[in-house]
């Protein structure tokens, strides 16, 4: 029976009050947002998503030694193969081995919607283990199971008599929840209901520093944090640098963690979050479960941000004037470093698109550089985000304000009316901004470094480089057209967002 108090997570547009839709102004949003009356926005037209399907897997495909094993149909698992290039790296750089995510499918068919996918199901579990003698095998159920009401929950619990690997499920039905973000919740969810048992694994895979386990130690003087898929190990290391600076162990958990170690994460001070989109519904669910308590407040992004990230962490512990000496000797030769490109960088216009607590951050950083906000979009919209329209307001002031699922016609009209000297998104909306001679950055890059104080100074060196010299984007826009006729760019950006309460602006 599952430990946890529901089989699944829940959608976040029941538990969290999230929206994908709203047209206006930063100032806008908070006020609409306020009044609880977003909600239950939409579009009268969409252009082609994604599902949470693939936030899942960008998580599940670092885990190593796993099997990924989709129940659904063949199609679901393909972005696998755009994310490999990440879980290679990210083998490389965690563990020594350049290794490929592997992954398999039940690949139902016709014949499998209407006499049901349990029995390939099963017998797909007992081949991944038997073939790849992985350590755990995740079931990731879509929506063909979730229509079909294959019963995945009692397949896996048959099955896991009959393998040693720990078997995983995570319920990823797109149909369920159009906020991506219930990935992360669904991922977690499994991790916490199969793999923190102490220890959850035979002995002849106990790892070896157990007898050198001391428990006291951790609990005083470790903080678990807690890492996302679309940070590479640079910034792992400047969290774990800051937070080894206050004089703390740190423990990173989930993403490239080796499930055999991750019962371990029970044992510490603190759990701390890098994007609270992210870690939300884990940290509250963890601390229920095993009393650890949380701080999932400021994504450390920025100057600020990452200045009262952690202040947070000292807070807690105690420590502030520690945290602030430590805070002042950074900041100081940080905005020593600075100098030059804020001079170059003043009063340049940016737009941003991201995910919502990215998204935010990253404005406040660009704010912090000398950048001009003239706009942001962002995937969803949650209410506990509500404290980084606050301070990004306070930085930037009011502009533009999107909240959308992709949707790249909107985006591409608000970049021709907002005409930014600069656009920080994903490859979508960059190859949306390149395509109107506008130079663009990606918002992420497990490569590449942007959080803490060494990421401003990363981004800020690598904007230079890139505003020093245009061309590049001007080429592409010489040769390419979007496939938008020009009366599309005439018209409202948001005339298909269909909820009065989710337009408008002051
Ligand atoms: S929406 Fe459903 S069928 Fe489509 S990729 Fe996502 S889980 Fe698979």
């Given at each position: 029976?599952?430990?946890?108090?529901?089989?699944?997570?829940?959608?976040?547009?029941?538990?969290?009050?999230?929206?994908?839709?709203?047209?206006?102004?930063?100032?806008?949003?908070?006020?609409?947002?306020?009044?609880?009356?977003?909600?239950?926005?939409?579009?009268?037209?969409?252009?082609?998503?994604?599902?949470?399907?693939?936030?899942?897997?960008?998580?599940?495909?670092?885990?190593?030694?796993?099997?990924?094993?989709?129940?659904?149909?063949?199609?679901?698992?393909?972005?696998?193969?755009?994310?490999?290039?990440?879980?290679?790296?990210?083998?490389?750089?965690?563990?020594?081995?350049?290794?490929?995510?592997?992954?398999?499918?039940?690949?139902?068919?016709?014949?499998?919607?209407?006499?049901?996918?349990?029995?390939?199901?099963?017998?797909?579990?007992?081949?991944?283990?038997?073939?790849?003698?992985?350590?755990?095998?995740?079931?990731?159920?879509?929506?063909?199971?979730?229509?079909?009401?294959?019963?995945?929950?009692?397949?896996?619990?048959?099955?896991?008599k009959l393998v040693q690997a720990k078997i995983i499920s995570v319920h990823c039905e797109g149909f369920k929840t159009k906020i991506w973000s219930t990935a992360y919740d669904a991922v977690y969810h499994g991790l916490l209901e199969t793999l923190l048992e102490d220890p959850p694994f035979p002995k002849n895979i106990?790892?070896?520093?157990?007898?050198?386990?001391n428990v006291e130690q951790l609990k005083k003087y470790t903080v678990n944090l807690c890492n996302v898929s679309s940070m590479g190990k640079v910034d792992e290391d400047e969290l774990t640098r800051l937070l080894n600076g206050l004089g703390y162990q740190v423990n990173i958990f989930p993403v490239f963690a080796q499930?055999?170690?991750?019962?371990?994460?029970?044992?510490?001070?603190?759990?701390?979050?890098?994007?609270?989109?992210?870690?939300?519904?884990?940290?509250?669910?963890?601390?229920?479960?095993?009393?650890?308590?949380?701080?999932?407040?400021?994504?450390?992004?920025?100057?600020?941000?990452?200045?009262?990230?952690?202040?947070?962490?000292?807070?807690?512990?105690?420590?502030?004037?520690?945290?602030?000496?430590?805070?002042?000797?950074?900041?100081?030769?940080?905005?020593?470093?600075?100098?030059?490109?804020?001079?170059?960088?003043?009063?340049?216009?940016?737009?941003?698109?991201?995910?919502?607590?990215?998204?935010?951050?990253?404005?406040?950083?660009?704010?912090e550089l000398g950048f001009t906000i003239i706009g942001v979009r962002s995937f969803h919209h949650d209410e506990f985000a509500s404290i980084e329209y606050e301070k990004l307001q306070k930085i930037a002031g009011n502009f533009s304000f999107n909240v959308a699922n992709a949707q790249p016609f909107e985006e591409a009209?608000?970049?021709?009316?907002?005409?930014?000297?600069?656009?920080?998104?994903?490859?979508?909306?960059?190859?949306?901004?390149?395509?109107?001679?506008?130079?663009?950055?990606?918002?992420?890059?497990?490569?590449?470094?942007?959080?803490?104080?060494?990421?401003?100074?990363?981004?800020?060196?690598?904007?230079?480089?890139?505003?020093?010299?245009?061309?590049?984007?001007?080429?592409?826009?010489?040769?390419?057209?979007?496939?938008?006729?020009?009366?599309?760019?005439?018209?409202?950006?948001?005339?298909?967002?269909?909820?009065?309460?989710?337009?408008?602006?002051?």
């Amino acid at each position: 029976m599952s430990k946890l108090a529901t089989k699944t997570a829940p959608k976040r547009e029941d538990r969290l009050h999230s929206c994908i839709s709203y047209g206006g102004t930063l100032c806008g949003l908070k006020k609409r947002a306020g009044c609880g009356c977003l909600g239950d926005s939409d579009r009268s037209f969409s252009q082609g998503s994604i599902c949470l399907m693939l936030p899942a897997i960008a998580m599940i495909n670092s885990l190593p030694d796993n099997v990924n094993l989709l129940h659904g149909a063949i199609g679901c698992g393909v972005c696998s193969h755009s994310q490999n290039a990440n879980a290679r790296s990210g083998s490389l750089q965690h563990f020594g081995v350049q290794k490929d995510a592997l992954w398999i499918s039940t690949a139902m068919n016709e014949a499998d919607v209407i006499s049901g996918g349990e029995g390939k199901l099963k017998r797909a579990i007992l081949e991944a283990d038997r073939s790849y003698r992985p350590k755990t095998i995740t079931v990731v159920a879509s929506c063909v199971p979730g229509i079909t009401g294959d019963d995945v929950e009692g397949i896996i619990a048959e099955s896991q008599k009959l393998v040693q690997a720990k078997i995983i499920s995570v319920h990823c039905e797109g149909f369920k929840t159009k906020i991506w973000s219930t990935a992360y919740d669904a991922v977690y969810h499994g991790l916490l209901e199969t793999l923190l048992e102490d220890p959850p694994f035979p002995k002849n895979i106990i790892p070896d520093d157990a007898e050198a386990f001391n428990v006291e130690q951790l609990k005083k003087y470790t903080v678990n944090l807690c890492n996302v898929s679309s940070m590479g190990k640079v910034d792992e290391d400047e969290l774990t640098r800051l937070l080894n600076g206050l004089g703390y162990q740190v423990n990173i958990f989930p993403v490239f963690a080796q499930p055999e170690q991750m019962w371990k994460i029970k044992y510490a001070a603190l759990n701390i979050s890098t994007c609270p989109t992210h870690d939300d519904y884990f940290l509250k669910l963890f601390k229920e479960q095993y009393g650890i308590p949380y701080i999932l407040k400021h994504m450390p992004i920025g100057i600020e941000n990452t200045n009262d990230w952690i202040r947070d962490v000292g807070r807690f512990f105690g420590k502030e004037d520690a945290a602030e000496k430590f805070i002042k000797t950074e900041v100081f030769r940080l905005n020593e470093a600075l100098e030059p490109y804020r001079t170059f960088f003043k009063g340049k216009k940016v737009f941003i698109s991201a995910g919502e607590f990215r998204a935010l951050a990253t404005a406040n950083l660009l704010a912090e550089l000398g950048f001009t906000i003239i706009g942001v979009r962002s995937f969803h919209h949650d209410e506990f985000a509500s404290i980084e329209y606050e301070k990004l307001q306070k930085i930037a002031g009011n502009f533009s304000f999107n909240v959308a699922n992709a949707q790249p016609f909107e985006e591409a009209n608000l970049i021709t009316r907002l005409k930014p000297d600069l656009f920080l998104g994903h490859w979508n909306g960059n190859s949306t901004s390149a395509k109107l001679g506008i130079p663009s950055h990606v918002i992420y890059n497990t490569g590449l470094s942007y959080i803490g104080y060494r990421g401003v100074f990363e981004l800020a060196r690598r904007l230079y480089r890139q505003l020093g010299n245009p061309v590049f984007a001007k080429k592409i826009s010489a040769h390419n057209r979007l496939p938008y006729r020009e009366k599309w760019y005439a018209e409202d950006p948001f005339k298909h967002i269909k909820s009065d309460d989710a337009k408008g602006g002051e």
